[in-house]
């Protein structure tokens, strides 16, 4: 009778020790409103929601759903793409940047690569000197 109840209880043992681990949900980081400028042409990025909004000098202006965003070792890639246009912005989170035409020194480093401007260079994050800065 012994066997009959301890043979079961191995098998119910051993299947639950073969089977997968349960898999920790995904939490996605997300960037929160995050606002960029670049001089030389002068353009703007801000991010809000699940919102690009790209504006330059020469006009070429657009809004995209953000498709993708990534914390990454060095800061964060975000994307947006439509038919007409797309976005890639590369932020170098902690490598301070000055805009080159105030005396404003930004957290982040940041590169833009947008439709029908190229790739564009600028700032972002929060103003650590100068107007509007806490030094």
Known sequence: MKKSIL???LVILA????????EEPVVEEKLGDYSAIGTEPGWTVDI???EIAF???????FTLAVQRMKKTDSGWEVKGFSDLHNINIYITSGV???DGMSDRIYADTVKIEASEN?????CGGAITEGPDGSV
């Open 15 to 22: 299947c639950t020790a073969c089977a997968e681990p349960a």
């Open 48 to 50: 809000k929601g699940e």
């Open 7 to 9: 043979l079961p209880s």
């Open 96 to 98: 301070e940047c000055n």
């Open 118 to 122: 190229g790739t564009l260079n600028g």
């Open 55 to 61: 504006t330059s000098q020469n006009g070429n202006d």
